[in-house]
């Protein structure tokens, strides 16, 4: 699979709750070393929001793998806040090599046009409100362009294992 589109991800009951945690986590603009960022990025949503963090994450192996077995996956989850004063550019343009699959879930109400994911030399995917976007982490990637504010969920998928059922 190089990506995957999952357009009305949450519920709408959900997304309220998911906009109500976005507002409430601590943010910080300063990146873990050996790590690149731009923006605000929160906290890791594992420790605080368990229920949400596992519900997320099995609510994406759903969608992109369906349910035919059970998954057992390290993930990382944040919310990440981009704004017009950040300026995307081609150096922004990478990979997520510490992850096997990762993506974003755009949670902007009304985004400006050209502020989704560019994936070089495949195509752009459009920012369009919970919409959920999981590509494969060794493609090259970036922010197509920022705007007052792109709030996304940010994903990473460390490690995942299936285990099949019998049909």
């Known amino acids: 699979m190089d990506y995957k589109i999952i357009d009305n991800f949450f519920t709408k ?10 507002d409430v986590v601590k943010y910080s603009d300063t ?11 929160s906290e890791s949503l594992h420790k605080n929001y368990a229920d949400f963090f596992n ?13 035919h077995f059970s998954c057992n996956y390290n993930l990382e989850l944040a919310f990440h806040k981009l704004t017009s004063k950040h300026k995307a550019n081609n150096s922004w343009f990478h ?6 699959f990762a993506g974003v879930i755009y949670l ?8 989704g994911t ?3 030399d495949k195509k752009t995917i459009a920012n369009k409100y919970n919409r959920a976007v999981i590509y494969n982490s060794a493609l090259t990637h970036r922010v197509e362009n920022t705007f007052d504010t792109r709030l996304t969920l940010t994903f990473f998928f460390n490690k ?3 285990n099949y059922a019998n049909t």
């Open 95 to 100: 990979q997520d090599k510490d992850s096997i």
């Open 31 to 41: 990146p873990p070393k050996n790590v690149f960022w731009v923006g605000e990025r």
């Open 160 to 162: 995942l294992s299936f």
């Open 13 to 22: 009951k959900d997304l309220n709750k998911v906009l109500e945690i976005a």
């Open 55 to 67: 519900y997320v994450g099995s609510k994406l192996i759903q969608f992109t793998w369906g349910n």
């Open 108 to 115: 902007s109400k009304n985004p400006s046009k050209n502020t």
């Open 118 to 120: 560019i994936i070089k």
